[in-house]
């Protein structure tokens, strides 16, 4: 009987696929808060000795902290923003003991694909997010606000059976 779910992307998703790994995200932040703390530093200290060389230093410190503001907070929202529609679509999955399909459908786009587990690249799983990657860097999301509990733990188990341990990662 096959592991049937339909679930649609969110923020939340996207959001690990971006950052990857928690690990990445948090070391984004900590270098992020570093230069926070660096700039209110030096920005204090140039207030202290009203020089010219400070306040420069101070203005580039402060334009690295608002890069890094932007890159850890605002980019990935901006980019879920622009995803193409048919991203963010509804999607019904189906998982057999041998292969996986996955069918899209609206008023505007129908699509239908049927995979092989050998031909993922890996597969993740996230505390909220299933990631089955097709490729380096392109992979399906599948939210696990959209799964019941039961079928949550049987697709965990399905991939543990079904995909090599080289290329699963179970990170919940």
Known sequence: ??????????????????FTSRKIATLIKLIALFYIGLSLLQLVMGFMELSKNTADNTI???AIMLSFLYLIFLQPKAMFKRLP????????????????????????VSDYTKMD???LYKVRETRNTFLLYVGK????LIAKK???PEQTTDLRNLL???IEPKKLKIVS
């Not at 048919?86 to 003991?97: A, M, N, S, V």
């Not at 860097?137 to 399906?140: D, E, I, L, N, S």
């Open 117 to 119: 587990y050998s031909e």
């Open 160 to 162: 543990i059976r079904v």
């Open 60 to 62: 580039f410190l402060i």
């Open 137 to 140: 860097k392109h992979a399906y």
């Open 85 to 108: 529609k048919i991203t963010i679509l509804p999607r019904t999955y189906k998982f057999y003991d041998t292969n996986f399909e996955i069918q899209q459908q609206s008023e505007t």
């Open 146 to 148: 959209d799964l019941t």
């Open 1 to 18: 009987m096959p592991i049937e779910f339909t679930t649609q992307i969110d923020y939340k998703a996207y959001e690990e696929l971006y």
